[in-house]
Every structure is written in structure tokens, then in C-alpha cells.
């Protein structure tokens, strides 16, 4: 059974977890910047990372507490990414682990770290201290909102969510926090995104779920198509639900595993839902190809389209868009063989337009909510990505980021 809570505690929902968000002065707006989530009991770390090459030196500092196995804490700001700073970022990132490790009592290989923000910028590391001793002196269970908004950057609201399951006669329950909206174009993650968990569970295992598990999740979204130097999800489980330790791929792991892949989904469509500027969400559900590979590449190549997204923000219900863009995904295909919907109304079918219902296609383009269906008609694999339109507020938010 899952007892599902949106936007309720958060990282902290799950027993032992302590989390906080302060004001350090890193963003220009004097918001929230700097985050904080502690567990005193050790916990088992996992984490996947962005596979970009100019990737920022947060995310290698975090490599190597998550190759040790355990952690204790994530410390996170927001307002400076810390990425394409050379040797005084990598020393930066290390000192804010050592920072956080003298504040908590802990090892400096036991604080993840990771930062979001303009890049090519060096952290201030006078208000980053400031920041994390401050947050570690605010430690508590109801500060998982704090830190939630402490992460975000043209986020229009904080993301989190909490669910409770029953392993093993235990109730267990997990958290988490996330920020993206923009630079979204996933090839591991898509952004910062923190789980925590009371589950006892072996590492390794731990390991294996989420790498499996963000590819149907995370690594299902696209906002823009641009790939960030900074992208994470880390999990960490302090054991402290007491149930027997998940030491192998039995009844309880697929229970646990079905728990997070419910919770990463979830809040992959909810950044898919905020990206910037969107004013649509919009579902792109293939079926029909030879294999999975084959239908994330087809969605993937509509969902980045800016002819189809701009179409959609305009409510062009302009199929040749959706067509073009499954032309040119490289995967072979026919086009006699496919069928494009919008909504419940066809509008492409066997290589020609579909005839359609014009009233019920406009009332579909209005909505909020749409679902771009593409039958290949080629097999039995399908893939669902998830995205959002391009508007107006898109391209100003962008020019004016640096400034």
C-alpha cells in the first residue's frame, strides 16, 4: 500500500531527516540560497549525475562521496552553479564539504554538495560559510520547505513530495525536494534532485533502482533541450523505519523500487510542468516502435521541437510540425505506417492529414494539459516523454538570466 503526500514534509518526512533554507546573500534577489539536509544516522548514498563534459565542480565532489557508500549530509545553494571556475571552484566545493563536516560532527566525504545558478561565477565563499552554519544552527523536521525554496532559481514555485509504503510489516516512508525549470535536456538527470528515505536497504541495490528508475523519469523530460553542468538526484536511506535490510532483488524491493519510480515521475512531470515561461504541458506518448530506445528518440525529437512548441503555446493544432520532427528523429520509419493525435482527435494518419472534428481539435489546443499521441505502427515498444510549450516568457527570462 501507498500512502501518497504531495507537498507535505518533504525530506524530512521520512524519520531522522533534519532540513533547513537560509537567506546567505548568493542570490540577487536576497531569497533564499543555501539548504541543508542532515541525517545523524549514517546512510546509504546513491546518486546519478549530468553527462556533460563541462561538468561543474559540485558534481565531482558529490562523485566521490556517493563511490564511499554513505553520507550524512547534502548542502545546496542556489544563485551561483559554481561551474567552469577551474581549480578555485574544486577547491571551493571541497572547503563547503569541510564547512558543513565541522558544523555537523561528521567527515567531509560524508557532505554531498551541489549548486545551481549562473555559470562561470566562483562561489562567495565569505557567504556560503555564513550560509551553511547558519542552516546547520536551523536544523529541524518542519525545514524541509526552507530548503525546498532555497534551491530554486526561475522555479515559479518549490517542488516536493512524500509517500509512505509498508515493507516487511514497517511502515517506510520517503521525501523529497527538487528544482529545475529551465536548461532541462536530460542524458542522466535533468536537475537538483534530493530523496530521502528511513528504508534500511543495501547500497548497491540502492544504486541499481535509481540508475534504472531515472531513465524512465527524469531522463524523460525536455524543457529546452539544453543540458545543465549541474544536474543530480541523490538518495540517501538512514535505515531508521527498522525494517529487515532489502539485501537482495526480492518482493520488497520491487515494492520500494515501484515507491520511487511513482515519486521521480511525479515530480519529473511537475518541472516538465514549470518550465519557463510554459504555459502548456504537453505529454508526448509513443507506441507502436521496435523498441523502447527507439520511441524515447522519436519523443524526445518532438518534444525539443521549437516549431511544435511554439505551435502549442499559439494553439496551432499544426501536425506537419509533429510529423516532421518523427521524420528527422533517425529512426526508420514509414510514413504510411503512422497515426499523430492530439487529444483524442487524429490529425495525421497513413502519410496525409486526418479528417477531423475542427471544433473538438480547438478545444483540445486551449487546454493545459495535452497529450501528443504518435503511432508508429511498427511494434510492440513504447516511451512517454514529457515537456512543455515555448512562449514569450521563455525568451525573456533567458535574456535577461545573466543580468
Not at 539536509?37 to 556517493?66: H, M, R
Not at 506537419?320 to 494518419?349: H, T
Amino acid at each position: 500500500m501507498v500512502n501518497e503526500f504531495k507537498n507535505a514534509a518533504g525530506v524530512t518526512f521520512p524519520q531522522g531527516f533534519k532540513a533547513a533554507g537560509v537567506k546567505a546573500g548568493i542570490k540577487k534577489s536576497g531569497n533564499l540560497d543555501v539548504a541543508v539536509i542532515y541525517t545523524e544516522k549514517e546512510a546509504v548514498v546513491a546518486g546519478t549525475f549530468t553527462q556533460n563534459a563541462v561538468a561543474a565542480a559540485p558534481v565531482f565532489a558529490s562523485k566521490a562521496v556517493v563511490a564511499t557508500g554513505t553520507a550524512h549530509a547534502i548542502v545546496a545553494n542556489a544563485g551561483c552553479a559554481n561551474a567552469c571556475t577551474g581549480e578555485q571552484g574544486e577547491k571551493d566545493a571541497k572547503a563547503t564539504q569541510e564547512i558543513a563536516a565541522k558544523a555537523l560532527g561528521c567527515d567531509p566525504l560524508d557532505v554531498i554538495v551541489a549548486s545551481t545558478g549562473v555559470i562561470g561565477v566562483t562561489l562567495p565563499m565569505d557567504k556560503m560559510e555564513n550560509g551553511v552554519k547558519e542552516a546547520v544552527s536551523a536544523l529541524s523536521e518542519d525545514g524541509s520547505s526552507a530548503a525546498s525554496q532555497a534551491i530554486m532559481t526561475t522555479d515559479t514555485h518549490p517542488k516536493s513530495a512524500a509517500l509512505e509504503i509498508e515493507v516487511g510489516g514497517k511502515k517506510v516512508r520517503f521525501g523529497v525536494i527538487a528544482k529545475g525549470s529551465g536548461m532541462i535536456q536530460p542524458n542522466m538527470a535533468t536537475m537538483l534532485c534530493f530523496i530521502t528515505t528511513d528504508l534500511a536497504i543495501d547500497g548497491k541495490l540502492l544504486q541499481k533502482a535509481l540508475s534504472e528508475i531515472v531513465e524512465t523519469s527524469f531522463n524523460m523530460i525536455s524543457i529546452d533541450g539544453d543540458m545543465s553542468t549541474n544536474d543530480m538526484v541523490i538518495v540517501m536511506a538512514n535505515g531508521a523505519a527498522g525494517n529487515a535490510p532489502i539485501t537482495e532483488e526480492n518482493e520488497d524491493y520491487a515494492i520500494v523500487k515501484e515507491a520511487l519510480d511513482k515519486l521521480c515521475k511525479e515530480l519529473a512531470k511537475e518541472i516538465a510542468d514549470d518550465g519557463e515561461g510554459a504555459t502548456k504541458f504537453l505529454t508526448v506518448h509513443v507506441t507502436g516502435t521496435k523498441t523502447f530506445a527507439d520511441a524515447k528518440t522519436i519523443g524526445m525529437s518532438v518534444a525539443k521541437s521549437p516549431l511544435v512548441k511554439t505551435a502549442f503555446f499559439g494553439a496551432d493544432p499544426n501536425w506537419g510540425r509533429v510529423i516532421c520532427a518523427v521524420g528527422y528523429a533517425g529512426v526508420p520509419m514509414d510514413p504510411e505506417d503512422v497515426v499523430v493525435k492530439f487529444g483524442d482527435v487524429p490529425v495525421y494518419a497513413h502519410g496525409v492529414g486526418a479528417e477531423h472534428d475542427a471544433e473538438a481539435l480547438a478545444k483540445v489546443m486551449e487546454q493545459h494539459d495535452i497529450t501528443i499521441s504518435i503511432d508508429m505502427g511498427q511494434g510492440e515498444e513504447e516511451a512517454t516523454v514529457w515537456t512543455c510549450d515555448f512562449s514569450y516568457e521563455y525568451v525573456k527570462i533567458n535574456g535577461e538570466y545573466h543580468t
